[in-house]
């Protein structure tokens, strides 16, 4: 099993700054895609950012310049550094792991955390 545990959301105003992170915990043997997605309130959920195993980012058109996605692979966790925030980055975001279990083997997995709230208002 693996488990995620999202931290970060919250309340900003317009042209803020938030840093959400999702820590992953298991018998994880590797990890090869992070990302973050978001569904903002009746919208479909969308892709964010995607961070591979060797550092490659790909970022979604409305997130280029203002949000950077990183990793720190010690501690099994993703990070959403998030500037410039607009009213329309409103949503819950959500981070999507994708890797190995350790168990008898070698098992894939696709996992998503709970979500965490953002909300930009003045």
């Known amino acids: 099993q693996v488990q995620l545990v999202e931290s970060g959301g919250g309340l900003v105003q317009p042209g803020g700054s938030l840093r959400l992170s999702c820590a992953a915990s298991?018998?994880?043997?590797?990890?090869?895609?992070m990302a973050w997605y978001r569904q903002a309130p009746g919208k479909q959920r969308e892709l964010v950012a995607t961070?591979?195993?060797?550092?490659?980012?790909n970022y979604a058109d409305s997130v280029k310049g203002r949000f950077t996605i990183s990793r720190d692979n010690a501690k099994n966790t993703v990070y959403l550094q998030m500037n410039s925030l607009k009213s329309e980055d409103t949503a819950v975001y959500y981070c999507?792991?994708?890797?190995?279990?350790?168990?008898?083997?070698?098992?894939?997995?696709?996992?998503w955390g709970q979500g965490t709230r953002v909300t930009v208002s003045s």
């Open positions: 298991g018998s994880i043997f590797s990890i090869n895609l």
């Open positions: 961070i591979a195993s060797l550092g490659n980012t």
């Open positions: 999507n792991v994708v890797g190995s279990l350790l168990r008898s083997g070698l098992l894939p997995f696709n996992v």
